[in-house]
C-alpha cells in the first residue's frame, strides 16, 4: 500500500513539475494578450492543465516543457546521493543540494522518509479538499430546491445574492428574484455564453486537478487566472451578443451584483477582478478578422508547444559524457551482448572490458554474463552474491551494498562495492583465499527476460579528478547506463 501511494505520490510530482513550468510560461504570454480578447488566455490555461493532468503526452523537439517526464524516480528514496534529473541544470543544482545523502547507520534515509511523510500528507489534504467539494455542494443542492423555474434552463432563487452557473451535464443558470429587464438580459447572455463554451465542465475539471496538486502553488495560481480569464471572456461574447450599445448597461449589471458575497460555487456573475471588468466591458470593441486569425494561430502554437514533451534523450545528454557502444561476447554460442554505458570524455573500453583513460590508464572494466537458473523468489540483490557462489567464486568475488537506481517489470540497475581478488586481477579466475579482496565502486545491470547481465567497477578515487566522489560517479553512471541488450 505505501509503495502504490508512493509512487502515486512521485507521479503526481512530476505531473506538478510539468504542469507548473507551463504555467509559468503562459504567465508572461497572457501578459502580452493583455489587451487580446481572454478567449485566447484560456485556451493557454486548457494547456496547462492538461499538462497538470496527463502522464501521457507526446513527444517533439519543439516541446515548450523542457522538463524530463521522470524527472523524479521512486528510486530516489534509495539512492545513496539522491538526485533529480529535470534537464533544467540550474533547477537540479539547486535541488540536489539540498537532498541529505543517505546515512548507512539507519534504516531508511532521510529522503526516504521525507516521501513518505509527503506522501501521506498529500494523500490525506487530497482526500479533505475533495470531501469539502463534494459537502459543498450538496449544502447548495438543498438550498436550491426552493428555486422557480421561469423559463427553459433560468431558475430564480428567493435570497440568492448573484447569479450563476451550476451543473456539468445539464448546466443551470440561478438568478436572485426582482432583476429588470435589461439587466436580466445582460446577466443571461453572460451565463449561456459559459454554457456553450463548455466552462462548467472546464472549471470543474481545473478544481479537481488542483485538489490532487494542493500543494503546488502554481496550480492555486493557474486556476485563479483561469476563473478570471474566463469571467472575462463571456462578458466579451455577451456583449459581442448585446451589441456594443450596452455597454453602460452590463457595467451596471456587473457593479449591482458585485455587492453580494461569493456563493463558494464556479462561474458566478458577479466574482473576480470586477473593477478590471468593468473597465474593459467599457473599452471592448471587435476584433477585427485578420487579427483575430493571427491571435488564434499564434496562441494555437504557443498552446500546442505546451502540450508535446521533449524527447527522451539519449544517455549523454543525461550524463554530459559520451556513450560508448560495449559489445562482447557471451558464452554458450549466445549472441554478443551489447551495452551503452556513459564515460568521461576520451574514456574507451577496450576488447578485453578493460576502462581506460584518455592518457591510457586503466581504471576498471566492464563484465557481461549469463544469468543463471536460480530460484525465482530469490531477492535480486542477493541473485550476484547467490551466482558467484555457484560458480565457486565467492572467495575472490563479492557485491555489497546494493542500492537500485532504477528498475522495470525484468531489469533493473544499481549501485554496488565490488570486491575482487588481486589474483583475479593478476592471474585470471581461480579460487585463492589467501589473495586480499580489494573494494571497488560498482553499477550493475540485469536482464531477467534476455537473461543477461553486466557489471561496471572502477579503481576508487579514479574520478577524483573529476570532482566526483565515488558515489556520486557511480549514480552518474548509473544513470548514464542504456538498455543492455544482446545482438538480434
Request: charged share 15%; glycine share 8%; with cysteine.
Amino acid at each position: 500500500m505505501e509503495e502504490r501511494l508512493l509512487s502515486l505520490f512521485v507521479s503526481m510530482l512530476n505531473l506538478g513539475l510539468a504542469g507548473g513550468l507551463a504555467a509559468l510560461l503562459v504567465l508572461p504570454v497572457r501578459l502580452a494578450l493583455s489587451r487580446a480578447p481572454k478567449r485566447y488566455s484560456c485556451w493557454l490555461w486548457a494547456a496547462v492543465f492538461f499538462r497538470f493532468a496527463c502522464p501521457f503526452v507526446p513527444q517533439s523537439p519543439l516541446a515548450l516543457v523542457a522538463v524530463r517526464r521522470q524527472a523524479i524516480v521512486t528510486e530516489l528514496q534509495y539512492q545513496a546521493v539522491p538526485h533529480i534529473d529535470t534537464g533544467l541544470a540550474p533547477l537540479d543544482g539547486a535541488v540536489n543540494r539540498l537532498l541529505p545523502a543517505a546515512t548507512p547507520t539507519t534504516s531508511a534515509n532521510p529522503v526516504q522518509l521525507a516521501l513518505l511523510i509527503g506522501a501521506r500528507v498529500w494523500a490525506v489534504g487530497a482526500v479533505l479538499l475533495l470531501a469539502w467539494t463534494v459537502l459543498s455542494a450538496l449544502a447548495l443542492a438543498l438550498r436550491l430546491r426552493a428555486a422557480t423555474q421561469t423559463e427553459p434552463g433560468v431558475y430564480e432563487v428567493p435570497g440568492l445574492e448573484t447569479p450563476f452557473v451550476l451543473g456539468l451535464v445539464r448546466p443551470r443558470i440561478y438568478l436572485p428574484e426582482g432583476l429588470n429587464g435589461e439587466e436580466r438580459a445582460c446577466i443571461l447572455a453572460h451565463e449561456r455564453a459559459h454554457i456553450r463554451r463548455g466552462h462548467p465542465l472546464a472549471k470543474a475539471a481545473a478544481w479537481a486537478i488542483a485538489c490532487l496538486h494542493w500543494m503546488n502553488p502554481l496550480v492555486w495560481l493557474a486556476y485563479w487566472l483561469l476563473g478570471r480569464d474566463l469571467e472575462m471572456a463571456c462578458d466579451e461574447q455577451a456583449l459581442a451578443d448585446l451589441g456594443g450599445g450596452q455597454k453602460k448597461v452590463y457595467a451596471a449589471a456587473l457593479l449591482n451584483q458585485a455587492v453580494g458575497r461569493r456563493v463558494g460555487v464556479p462561474l458566478a456573475f458577479g466574482e473576480g477582478n470586477v473593477k478590471g471588468r468593468i473597465h474593459r466591458v467599457l473599452a471592448w470593441h471587435s476584433l477585427p478578422h485578420g487579427a483575430a486569425v493571427l491571435l488564434a494561430v499564434l496562441t494555437l502554437a504557443v498552446g500546442a508547444g505546451l502540450l508535446f514533451a521533449r524527447p527522451q534523450e539519449a544517455a549523454d545528454a543525461q550524463t554530459g559524457w559520451p556513450v560508448t557502444e560495449v559489445t562482447m561476447a557471451l558464452p554458450a554460442g549466445r549472441p554478443a551482448g551489447t551495452l551503452p554505458l556513459a564515460l568521461p570524455e576520451g574514456w574507451q573500453v577496450g576488447e578485453d572490458g578493460v576502462i581506460t583513460t584518455a592518457d591510457g590508464t586503466g581504471v576498471g572494466a566492464v563484465m557481461l554474463g549469463m544469468t543463471m537458473d536460480l530460484p525465482e523468489d530469490l531477492p535480486r540483490e542477493d541473485y550476484y552474491k547467490a551466482a558467484m557462489a555457484e560458480l565457486r567464486l565467492s572467495s575472490v568475488m563479492t557485491l555489497e551494498d546494493y542500492t537500485p537506481v532504477s528498475s522495470g517489470d525484468s531489469w533493473e540497475k544499481a549501485t554496488a562495492v565490488f570486491g575482487i581478488s588481486d589474483y583475479v586481477l593478476s592471474d585470471g579466475y581461480a579460487s585463492n583465499a589467501e589473495a586480499p579482496l580489494r573494494e571497488h565502486p560498482a553499477v550493475t545491470e540485469f536482464d531477467w527476460e534476455q537473461g543477461i547481465y553486466a557489471l561496471v567497477w572502477f579503481d576508487p578515487d579514479c574520478f577524483a579528478g573529476l570532482g566526483l566522489t565515488d558515489a556520486q560517479a557511480m549514480e552518474q553512471v548509473a544513470q548514464g547506463l542504456g538498455a543492455l541488450r544482446t545482438a538480434q
